[in-house]
């Protein structure tokens, strides 16, 4: 396109650029109402995003339950080896309760019955519980 005979402040519009740029069209993130909105999506993101509660699977004592029977239990529903699983044993044993492990809600209800199912298979009265952490 030719310039000549364009006004000076038209030939220093074009030199800058000015009207070669696609003139602004509105930007929706510039509006409050949209920042708005972000906030409430990012504020419920942040509320999905929230690590699941956490329950401790606890084993409550009683007279007549074997020990070996006790710490085969923590051994097989816990994973815990020999030693570890005599330790919690005998914490329940001279505490009253010990904690076998912390795990989300399904997990943890799942244990307490296989736990409460294999004692009664076996003719215990081992008690197992959860309680959230
Ligand atoms: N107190 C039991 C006994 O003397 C042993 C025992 C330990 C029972 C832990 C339950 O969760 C328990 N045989």
């Known amino acids: ?4 005979g364009l006004s000076p402040n038209l030939k220093l519009m074009f030199r800058i650029g000015t009207m070669s740029r696609k003139p602004k069209t509105a930007n929706p ?4 109402a949209f920042q708005e909105d972000q906030a409430a999506v990012m504020d419920r993101q ?20 074997p020990m070996e029977f006790v710490v085969m239990v923590i051994q097989e529903y816990f994973h815990h080896d020999q030693e570890r699983a005599t330790r919690i044993m005998l914490q329940v044993h001279l505490e009253g309760k010990g904690v076998c ?10 244990k307490v019955q296989q736990v409460v199912d294999r004692a009664r298979e076996s003719g215990h009265p081992l008690q197992c519980t959860m309680e959230e952490a």
Do not use: W
């Not at 396109?1 to 000549?4: D, E, L, P, V």
């Not at 993130?29 to 409050?32: G, Q, S, Y």
């Not at 509320?47 to 009683?62: G, I």
């Open 1 to 4: 396109m030719s310039k000549i």
């Open 29 to 32: 993130i510039d509006f409050p």
């Open 46 to 65: 942040s509320e999905r995003v929230q690590p699941p509660k956490m329950f401790r699977v606890v084993l409550l004592n009683d007279d007549f339950t």
């Open 101 to 110: 492990g912390v795990y989300t809600k399904d997990v943890a209800l799942t």
